[in-house]
């Protein structure tokens, strides 16, 4: 028999356990009595709290699109360098999924289950990233620029990817093949690799790898 919680207490006991659920299986593999059964109740009473299956899916995609994190701290300590302020949020980025991997379960399944809540849910967990890119890189490439907002977007998207690549490998494959790279040794090789790639060489951390070649192998 289920401890009787308060109606607040036991709609929270709800969203827990369908956002583990939904992000193991997807909107379409999960039923309602499965739900019910993980929290102990009827599913007269967990209709009690939702009206729907949808319903209660659009609540777990809310709840966790709306854990923004916060980049403050990245920003205030990077001396407003792009490159570092970047590698800071990555790095926090990186760390709110290692703390909670269903965030980016969630954000496959959504993506595959085609649901309409899915746009909310990416629009909020990638958005400010997206927003700095774009903004620092049209500050920084030439006006005249052929495709020019063709190339921020793509680049924006180019280093989304790259992000949520290398965070598959590392919280969702069953051996992390990351293991022996810290998180701000991913953060910034991640960063440097994107910084190339768009041509922005004059980066710290190409200066400072520079820098380190060729004490290493001076010209005579």
């Known amino acids: ?17 369908s956002q583990r659920l939904f992000a193991e299986k997807g909107f379409h593999g999960v039923s309602i009595d499965e739900i019910a059964r993980a929290v102990s109740v009827s599913p007269a009473i967990l209709y009690r709290h939702f009206d729907s299956k949808q319903a209660l899916y659009d609540a777990v995609l809310q709840e966790l699109s709306s854990q923004r994190e916060s980049y403050v701290d990245a920003v ?51 958005k400010s990233f997206a927003d700095y890119i774009n903004f620092s890189l049209n500050e920084r490439l030439a006006y005249d620029l052929a495709d020019r907002e063709i190339t921020i977007l793509s680049a924006s998207l180019m280093f989304q ?38 041509g922005i060489y004059e980066s710290r951390l190409a200066q400072k790898e520079s820098n380190q070649i060729k004490s290493k192998y001076p010209v005579s």
């Open 161 to 198: 990817g790259m992000v949520r690549e290398a965070l598959l490998q590392k919280y969702l494959q069953p051996q992390d093949r990351l293991v022996d790279i810290s998180l701000t040794e991913l953060s910034r090789e991640l960063v440097t690799l994107f910084l190339r790639a768009i």
């Open 76 to 126: 205030v300590n990077s001396d407003a360098n792009f490159e570092e302020v970047l590698i800071g949020m990555t790095e926090v980025f990186i760390r709110s999924i290692g703390e909670n991997p269903n965030l980016l379960r969630i954000e496959m399944q959504s993506l595959l289950d085609g649901n309409p809540a899915t746009s909310e849910f990416f629009e909020n967990r990638w």
């Open 1 to 17: 028999m289920s401890t009787r919680l308060p109606g607040p207490e036991r709609r929270q006991s709800i969203l827990k356990e």
